[in-house]
């Protein structure tokens, strides 16, 4: 429904067209009806209207200083414009005011239906497209803070050109003073609250200068964007703003915060280094574990850590856990944690190293026969470790889980490895170059691991057992056969017959020709 009124200096006129049609069934409401232009416009000024219909010969103030008006101070109001054929010349100089149609006097009710008819439709197109602009402009508003957002991230990563920034910095509010810039990246704990965030971001915005950005990026860095006059002022003014976060972050007892700023520049366009920079020391602060400020400059002096000696730590570690020493095996993977953490290591990397230590521990489960026990073992987070010291504590609870499976099934399989073990000796013993080596290749354990494994379970090692073994065959022969000393010696794997009596003596006290004859008399 639109609101008109109606001016016309003559009443019989204006209560005709007051009751002519019934103006709410076209679409309308007659809310005044005046005599004078002055009338009207005091009225107007008051109450909202859509539509005018107004004489040109009118008292006070003729039709065409009214519209002159209107079209100045309200030029959203449709006028239309009563006139004879003796003032239609005279009424066409209307057109400038932007009066929309003329009716002839005098005016049928057909006519006035028609030309309403008309406006309400063009009313109605109008008010539709005011309504989308509205709405649009309510959605840009509401969606504004997320554009700039975009915006200044696009701008840190280097992903507009000089002249796209160039158009779109004033829309976004951007206040470029074209000097010196500088990033900040922040890096809250994955387990932060919410509030938490909220209460940082606060406190940033409420701390920074209106020539800085405070902002979100799609990895949850807090980045803080900073102007100044000079690279001496921006160093200054970056290191008292990370250091302000860093000290309110400790007083509202938040767990940990990691915070990297990189190197100022003097183009926008090297803005996305200074934020690279900024990312990878925020990063490297994180992963290290230590709560701090951290620069570009301060990981540059950090060397990177060389695969050759890391691989030699691994080596290591895999040799204390194959060994079975709980405190060295502890101590071997905390050694390779502390060799990390002196230097510049990325996240990629760390993930690389840390499937090297895991790939340690399922290849040792694999050579004791554990392999089907794997399922026990927790895999890789598929998120990563935030820290090195929480991929470490990972690490060590897995030597605890791999440490209960071997005492779990340590009876079974050293039971199993014996009897094998001493099979084989029984089979080879004579071989004169049977030795520690074949025994581990023939069950496929290496010589440390077989070593626990024998001695466990038999109490004695390989040489004093199949030393053992081949002097139990040396008395069995002696005592049922007449072969001579160096006979018996060869068939129980003795190449010089003096050694094997210098061995014969050392076990029974006697030898091998004295032990025949006191199992003869």
Known sequence: MFTLIFIDDESIIRDGVRKCINWEQNGFRLTGVFENGEEALAFI????????????????????????????????????????????????????????????KPITADELKKVLGRIYGELSVRNEKERQQALLKEKLMLSFPLLKERFLNNLVSGKIDNATLEKRKNFFQWNDFGLVYQVIAII????????????????????????????????????????????????????????????????????????????????????????????????????????????????????????AEFYSLEKKFSKELKEG???????????IFSFLKTYIVTGEEAAHFY???????????????????????????LGGFETLFEAQQYFLEQLDVIEDMIRNSRNDIVHERIIKAKNIISQRY???????????????????????????????????????????????????????????????????????????KKYTGVTPTEYRKEREK
Request: charged share 25%; proline share 3%; net charge negative.
């Open 430 to 504: 004579s071989d004169k170059n049977f030795s520690l080596s074949d025994m581990c290749d023939e069950l496929y354990l290496s010589t440390s691991q077989f070593s626990v494994v024998f001695k466990e379970g038999t109490g004695m090692t390989f040489i004093e057992y199949l030393t053992a073994f081949r002097i139990d065959q040396a008395k069995k022969l002696l005592r049922t056969t007449d072969k001579k000393s160096y006979e018996i010696a060869e068939e129980t794997g003795y190449a010089d017959p003096r050694y094997f009596s210098i061995i014969f």
């Open 188 to 307: 809250l704990p994955r387990n932060c609250e919410e509030l938490d965030y909220f209460e940082i971001l606060d406190f940033m915005n409420a701390r920074k200068e209106s020539t800085d950005e405070v902002f979100m990026n799609q990895e949850g860095f807090i980045v803080t964007l900073i102007q100044s006059d000079n690279k001496e002022k921006s160093l200054t003014k970056t290191k008292t703003f990370a250091e302000q976060v860093f000290r309110h972050a400790e007083e509202v007892s938040l767990e940990s915060i990691y915070i990297g700023y990189g190197d100022p520049v003097t183009e926008t366009d090297k803005i996305s280094d200074s934020f690279r920079g900024a990312s990878a020391a925020s990063r490297y602060a994180k992963l290290t574990g230590l709560s701090q400020i951290i620069s570009t400059q301060d990981i540059q002096n950090r060397g990177r850590p060389s695969l």
């Open 355 to 381: 499937i090297h230590i895991q790939g340690v521990m399922y290849t040792f489960l694999n050579e004791m026969g554990l392999f089907s026990s794997l399922i026990d073992l927790h895999p890789l987070p």
């Open 45 to 104: 000024e008051r109450e909202h209207i859509d539509v005018v219909i107004s004489d040109i010969n009118m008292p006070k103030m003729d039709g065409l200083t009214f519209s002159s008006i209107v079209a100045e101070k309200y030029p959203q109001i449709v006028v239309i414009l009563l006139t004879g054929y003796e003032q239609f010349e005279y009424a066409q100089k209307a057109i400038k005011y932007k009066v929309t149609d003329f009716l002839l």
């Open 325 to 335: 020493s709980r405190i060295e095996t502890r101590k071997a993977l905390k050694t």
